[in-house]
Structures are given as C-alpha cells and as structure tokens.
C-alpha cells in the first residue's frame, strides 16, 4: 500500500462513542456514562486528542467528569451553549470550550468541525461534519432524519444511529441521512446488535455503500484509496 493512501482508523466504545483518527489527529465523540471509558487509555489511545466533541447533554452521549477532566487537561471540548455551562465548574478556568452554533465551522487543533441542528430531544443536540487528517466523516448522534443537514463535500465515513431507545433515530431515518450525504462507509451506531447489523444490511443492499458493524473497544482501519 502506497504511504499516501488515506486511512481512517476508528475506536467505538458503545451507543455512539467514537475517537476517530486520521493523519496523526484524533478527535472524540459522544463519550457516554457507563460506557467503561477511561481517560488514561483514551490518552493512551490517541497520539494527539485535538479534540471533544459533544452532540448533546444526555447522559449516554456525555459525561461530564471525564470530559472535564479532558477540559482540565486543556483539550479543546465543542458542546451548545447549555451544555459548556455546565461543564464550565468542572473544567476549570484555563478550560478551552467552544460553543457549537447551527451551520457554522469551527476550526481546532487542525481539525474542522461543522455542526448542524439534528432532529432530537434535549437543548441544542447537534449532528456534525469533522474533518481531519485528509478524511472527512459524519456523525449522527442520535437524531433523526433533518434536512437542516447540509453537505457540501463527499463524506467517506457516516456513524449513523440504528436505534437504541432514541425517539428520533431509526434504521429507516438512517438510510434517509445515508441517501443525503452518500458516503463511501457506513458505520451504525447507537443500537442494539441487531439493529446495527440491520442498518448495515440495507444500506449495503439498499445504496451498494461499505458497512462494518463495530464491536466494542476495536480498533477498525479504514481503506479509503488516494
Ligand atoms: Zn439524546
């Protein structure tokens, strides 16, 4: 394999946690209570945490002592407004948090992240788009299907929610946003196994897209071409 070809390598640790990695960068997603996350091997994972982002305030998309103990290290967080103001105590003053608006990038640590409103509960939850290290991947937390998703550029990786208790995300909504953004993988999220292997099947039957079912704590690389 030629040194230019682009990998994605990914970490997916439950319901929608992932530190995804590309180029020597590594960004952390959605890490949830009980997932068994620790922050020693999260550092010890990561060569670089640019950053954390976070989609929304509940519980198994966030939790606040570990990411205000990433925040006390001085590891940048993006979150909504409510939701840095209650890390806010627990991060510390030296903190680097970065409210996420609808529609607008933020630019951290080499990383590009774009926000947009996801079709959820809660106050401000927000799927994005993170470019980093040459790739550029999607997350859907775990909303629902929104046309207030816009993208502009192909996306070669979509973490895409199949279920799991939410009141919004289903495998059928996730086929909606798989149809809108075409990606080249597809990786469910946020589901029972059974619902995962679902969306994987029909997107892979439906749209002719890459899927890989992700098993908990495995590191998964990703061939991408030039
Ligand atoms: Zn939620």
Known sequence: MSG???????????????????GG?????????????????????????SCVIVSHEHPDHFDRDLVGRLASRGIPVLGSRYLLSGLSGA?????????MRHGESVEVG?????????????????VVFVELGGISAFHGSDSGFTPSIRSSAGVDVAFLPAGGGSPTASVSESLRIARLLNPRWIVPIHGTRRELSSLAKKASRVLG?????????????????D
Not at 4 to 22: M, N, Q, T, W
Not at 29 to 47: A, C, F, K, Q, Y
Not at 91 to 99: C, N, V
């Open 4 to 22: 230019d070809r682009r990998v994605l390598s990914f970490i997916f640790f439950g319901r929608a946690a992932i530190l995804l990695s590309s």
């Open 110 to 126: 080499g990383v590009e992240v774009r926000p947009f409103r996801a079709k959820h509960t809660g106050l401000g939850p927000f």
């Open 91 to 99: 991060a510390g003053p030296d903190a680097d948090l970065r409210i």
């Open 209 to 225: 897209v890459g899927t890989v079912v992700p098993e908990r704590g495995e590191t998964v690389e990703l061939p991408l071409g």
């Open 25 to 49: 960068r590594s960004v952390l997603i959605d890490p949830g209570v009980n997932l068994g996350l620790r922050l020693e091997r999260l550092l010890g994972e990561s060569n670089d945490l």
